[in-house]
Nanobody, 116 residues
């Protein structure tokens, strides 16, 4: 079992920045990848960024150049630095990890609202 707890969401004006954090606890020794997804009202959950077990970062096209995913292994935490935020970035952001290449765990989500 892995528990994920997100923090850092909030209200920000367009053009502003936020940094989301996701702390992992439990059976973290077997975490393969960690990433961020988001779900806007009335829309499906979508990938934002993911860090593979090998350390490679992959981003959705709509955040490339604006968002950066990083991981602090010592703190078992993954971050999402979000810059140049747009109103269309408004969503609930979820942390997700894959364990043992087959088990998927989600955090409870942290809301991000970008005002125009």
């Amino acid at each position: 079992q892995v528990q994920l707890v997100e923090s850092g969401g909030g209200l920000v004006q367009a053009g502003g920045s936020l940094r989301l954090s996701c702390g992992a606890s439990g059976s973290i020794f077997s975490i393969d990848s960690m990433g961020w997804y988001r779900q806007a009202p009335g829309k499906q959950r979508e990938l934002v960024a993911v860090l593979t077990g090998g350390g490679s970062a992959n981003y959705a096209d709509f955040v490339k150049g604006r968002f950066t995913i990083s991981r602090d292994n010592a703190k078992n935490t993954v971050y999402l630095q979000m810059n140049s935020l747009k109103p269309e970035d408004t969503a609930v952001y979820y942390c997700r990890c894959v364990v043992g290449k087959k088990y998927i765990y989600w955090g409870q989500g942290t809301p991000v609202t970008v005002s125009s």
